[in-house]
């Protein structure tokens, strides 16, 4: 038993496994109101559905806020950005602030998971995304 043991955790070392890295989010347009911003990493699977893959909350600051997710692990990801005004914890059309990651590509309809996604690799990720808010 102790050889095998000791074999699998030779292979593990062998083998090796990607790193989760940093994702830092550098989030502008950011209004002076009240409520919180609730940021969210997803995978295709999980995207547009409950139960993201990371998650984060942060207080608005007028101007831009610094999202950070940390222990990310190589993959595609897609970020979705609420600043939930009222506080309900839903978004709210025409008031809350979104936004999405590759927020530049005009929004034609409902967001897709391609449209949005980047990719973490094995190296930290800086990203800047706007914040806007009605449609």
């Not at 347009?29 to 990493?41: C, D, F, S, Y």
């Not at 590759?102 to 449209?115: K, V």
């Amino acid at each position: 038993m102790k050889a095998l043991t000791l074999a699998l955790a030779a292979l593990a070392l062998t083998t090796g496994s990607a790193a989760a890295e940093t994702v830092t989010i550098t989030l502008n347009g950011v209004e002076a109101k009240p409520g919180r911003i609730i940021a969210v990493l997803n995978t295709r699977e999980q995207f547009l559905r409950a139960g993201p893959a990371h998650e984060t909350v942060v207080e608005p600051v007028a101007g831009g806020v610094t999202l950070t997710f940390e222990n990310v692990a190589p993959g595609d990801y897609a970020l979705m950005v609420m600043h939930d005004l009222n506080g309900n914890g839903q978004f709210d059309f025409g008031t809350d602030g979104w936004a999405f990651s590759n927020s530049d590509r005009p929004m034609t309809g409902p967001p897709a998971f391609d449209d949005h996604k980047f990719t973490v690799a094995d190296a930290p990720l800086t990203l800047t995304e706007n914040l806007r808010y009605g449609f």
